[in-house]
């Protein structure tokens, strides 16, 4: 495990990375670009929530390569990371489940959308943020629910709109879920680690 951790943090492999999450993020813009075209332009930056994730990521990437923490950015990403990767992975299965069949492209969806929640995770012992970032996270996670499912900002899934309410539910336990982990792998892991004995 220790061997596994040292190698995320090597430059070949974040460089590999940060390469990737650009291009992911890139597409992620442009696959939504139809319902940005139908959004107003004040709701523009709460309307592509995993690319903005996959940004907030790509930020702490370069900030690595950079040997830099940005602790708000790395709140931001751990949370929103997981919550829309694992929220688009539940979301497509629902689909699935309904109609009892998916196109190709869902399944890649799933897959690079599980791989972003699980990056995030594996980063945790490298975050450098505090519990006053987390919270700032938090805002910003449940004013974004607000958008999505009091102003009608959410991703478009037709299928799924005949159970909005339920996905709105789901959606506001999610970011709790998320921000507790968050706050588990960081801020409470950091916290034993200090406090643990020092071996003489």
Same mark, same amino acid.
């Given at each position: 495990?220790?061997?596994?951790?040292?190698?995320?943090?090597?430059?070949?492999?974040?460089?590999? /990375?940060?390469?990737?999450?650009?291009?992911?993020?890139?597409?992620?813009?442009?696959?939504?670009?139809?319902?940005?075209?139908?959004?107003?332009?004040?709701?523009?930056?709460?309307?592509?929530?995993?690319?903005?994730?996959?940004?907030?990521?790509?930020?702490?990437?370069?900030?690595?390569?950079?040997?830099?923490?940005?602790?708000?950015?790395?709140?931001?990403?751990?949370?929103?990371?997981?919550?829309?990767?694992?929220?688009?992975?539940?979301?497509?299965?629902?689909?699935?489940?309904?109609?009892?069949? /998916?196109?190709?492209?869902?399944?890649?969806?799933?897959?690079?959308?599980?791989?972003?929640?699980?990056?995030?995770? /594996?980063?945790?012992?490298?975050?450098?943020?505090?519990?006053?970032?987390? /919270?700032?996270?938090?805002?910003?996670?449940?004013?974004?629910?607000?958008?999505?499912?009091?102003?009608?900002?959410?991703?478009?899934?037709?299928?799924?709109?005949?159970?909005?309410?339920?996905?709105?539910?789901?959606?506001?336990?999610?970011?709790?879920?998320?921000?507790?982990?968050?706050?588990?792998?960081?801020?409470?892991?950091?916290?034993?680690?200090?406090?643990?004995?020092?071996?003489?």
């Amino acid at each position: 495990m220790k061997i596994f951790q040292y190698a995320l943090g090597q430059k070949p492999f974040l460089i590999i /990375l940060t390469l990737i999450n650009f291009f992911g993020t890139a597409y992620g813009y442009y696959w939504y670009r139809y319902q940005l075209a139908d959004t107003p332009a004040h709701f523009y930056i709460f309307v592509p929530d995993s690319p903005t994730a996959s940004l907030f990521f790509f930020i702490v990437l370069v900030g690595f390569l950079m040997h830099k923490n940005f602790p708000i950015i790395e709140a931001l990403a751990i949370v929103t990371l997981f919550k829309y990767g694992i929220w688009a992975v539940i979301m497509n299965i629902l689909v699935l489940m309904i109609n009892g069949s /998916l196109p190709w492209e869902s399944y890649m969806l799933i897959a690079s959308h599980f791989g972003m929640a699980i990056q995030g995770l /594996l980063y945790a012992p490298y975050y450098r943020f505090k519990v006053w970032h987390l /919270l700032l996270a938090a805002v910003w996670t449940f004013h974004n629910d607000v958008i999505d499912y009091v102003f009608g900002m959410m991703p478009r899934y037709s299928v799924i709109m005949d159970y909005i309410n339920q996905v709105g539910y789901f959606t506001f336990w999610l970011s709790v879920i998320s921000l507790l982990i968050a706050y588990y792998l960081v801020i409470d892991k950091r916290a034993k680690q200090l406090s643990l004995p020092k071996s003489r």
